[in-house]
């Protein structure tokens, strides 16, 4: 089993609508969350980040994280065009839970039509 | 505010040759992380350098190895190039040990016939 688990896509959705976007995980000493946001033939951008359980906002977009389900969530609202990517999760331990590194979901591809 | 910056952009090289990445760090960051991201997949881990030493490596063979300069800025080589190193490689730069807000290049794309 994969320590994180992200659906590829392709998701498709028009203009307005609002996008949902999940990873599981089997690790539980993850305490960070991570959304990513990569433009074809770009590097990752850091959309957000949360720690351990609850939720957090930034303007249109909305993370999740439930810790007793090793479930995350990212909702972002009345979709636009320019977020058409692939969206990553990625969790890290953190430095106490002795692992530095990120660990990356797959990334799920976003197309927003018009 | 200067991003990361990642030099070549694009590289092609032989099987069994060997190839130096480059990465400069974001202004006020001290530490580096380095990423193989395949094609259709996300980024893998191969190493982290904090304040010019490893701090922390992922399941990379010792072929791949790794150096950071005291202006922070690092470098990536790859020896003994295989036709799986193909990838795209990138780096990410952080404020000490802060993982949760690493911010990314935009990766050098090597190919390897």
């Known amino acids: 089993q994969k320590e994180v688990e992200q659906d590829p896509g392709p998701l498709s959705v028009p203009e307005g609508a609002i996008v949902s976007l999940n990873c599981t995980y089997s690790n539980s000493a993850f305490q960070y969350f991570m959304w990513y946001r990569q433009y074809s033939r770009k590097g990752p951008e850091l959309l957000m980040y949360?720690?351990?359980?609850g939720n957090k906002e930034d303007g249109r977009f909305t993370a999740q994280v439930d810790k007793s389900s090793k479930y995350i969530s990212l909702f972002i609202r009345d979709s636009q065009p320019s977020d058409s990517a692939t969206y990553l999760c990625?969790?890290?331990?953190?430095?106490?839970?002795?692992?530095?590194?990120?660990?990356f979901g797959k990334g799920m591809k976003l197309t927003v039509n018009p | 505010e200067t991003g990361v910056t990642q030099s070549p952009t694009h590289l092609i090289k032989t099987r069994g040759q060997q190839v130096t990445l480059r990465c400069s760090s974001q202004s006020g960051h001290n530490t580096v992380s380095w990423y193989q991201q395949a094609l259709g997949q996300g980024p893998q881990f191969i190493f982290q350098?904090?304040?010019?030493?490893?701090?922390g490596r992922g399941n990379f063979p010792p072929r791949f190895s790794g150096l950071q300069f005291p202006n922070y800025s690092s470098e990536l080589n790859v020896n003994a190039l295989e036709l799986d190193d193909s990838a795209l490689y990138l780096c990410?730069?952080?404020?000490?040990?802060?993982?949760?807000?690493?911010?990314f290049g935009p990766g050098t794309r090597l190919t390897v016939t």
């Open positions: 990410a730069s952080s404020r000490g040990l802060a993982n949760y807000e690493q911010y």
């Open positions: 350098y904090y304040r010019e030493e490893e701090n």
């Open positions: 990625a969790m890290s331990a953190g430095v106490r839970g002795g692992s530095e590194k990120l660990v």
């Open positions: 949360t720690y351990s359980s």
